[in-house]
Every structure is written in C-alpha cells, then in structure tokens.
C-alpha cells in the first residue's frame, strides 16, 4: 500500500470521493501541515493554525495509479484558486498535493507541469512533503456515509 494526502476543500466531499475509487483502500481525513500540535475542527477553523483539511488515502499502486488519483483530485478542484473551494472560504480550505514517499515528488511535479497548460492562471494547489497529518474528530470520519444527503461542494452521483 501506498499513501497520498490531498487537500481539496471541505475534507467530507474529498473523502467519500476517494473512498469510491477502485484501490483506494483507506480513506481518513484530518489536518495537514501546520504549526501546531494536535489541533481540533475549532482551532483549524479559526486560520491560524495553518492546516489545511486534508484526507490521507492509503491505495494499491497495483490497482490504482498516483497519476490517476491526481487526475480525480483536479476533476473536482480548482487548483488557480487561494484559500477558497466551492463555497467554503478560509486557509484551511486550500489545495494541496502532499506526499509522504519522496520517490512521488517527481511523478507529482510531472503532473502540475502537464495541467499548468490547461488554465490562464497560476496553480496554487501546495505540493509539499507531509510535514504532519493529525486525525479529525470521529464524526468527521465517513461524514458523508453518516449523513446521506450532508453538505458536499464536490458533485458525488
């Protein structure tokens, strides 16, 4: 198994996207790469912590490519815009690509080069090495399977 954490807005939508992908399989969400130590929903949301909503999704390479994860990340994101993702607004809603096997960085900044073509704008979707991942509260977890119909800015048939 390999692991890849994707920032992508509100993390509920990012995780039951994922979760439906064939090798995905693990999904959690939490928080990536801030500044303080085990931080709470409360905290992130107040921006100054420096995470961002993030899910760690643990797949099979064998089923399941990075190149094609990274394809479904930015059919759902728009990867020109700061802080922002559908109608959620604040730091913690950035996007951002974060590997934890060095031996990705090069595939990932293969990939930014090949979509940077595509939009008029810079990207500002972060790719950065997982500096910290912590786990969001239990009832973030599976959110949208808890609670069909819940909020979603990503378009989920």
Not at 109 to 124: G, H, I, Q, T
Request: hydrophobic share 30%.
């Amino acid at each position: 198994m390999k692991e890849i954490i994707f920032a992508g807005g509100c993390f509920w939508g990012v995780e039951e996207f994922f979760s439906r992908i064939d090798g995905v399989e693990d999904t959690e969400v939490g928080y990536a790469n801030g500044i303080t130590e085990d931080p709470d929903y409360k905290q992130v949301c107040t921006g100054t912590t420096g995470f961002a909503e993030a899910c760690k999704i643990k797949y099979d390479p064998e089923v399941v490519s990075l190149d094609t994860l990274l394809d479904k990340l930015f059919s759902v994101i728009d990867p020109t815009l700061i802080d922002r993702q559908g109608p959620d607004i604040g730091n913690q809603y950035r996007t951002g690509v974060y590997y934890v096997d060095e031996a990705d960085r090069p595939v990932i900044e293969a990939y930014f080069d090949k979509v940077r073509s595509n939009y008029d704008l810079p990207l500002r979707t972060e790719l950065e090495p997982l500096k910290n991942f912590y786990e969001a509260e239990e009832y973030h977890q599976d959110y949208l399977k808890k609670n069909p119909g819940g909020y979603c800015h990503i378009k989920l048939d």
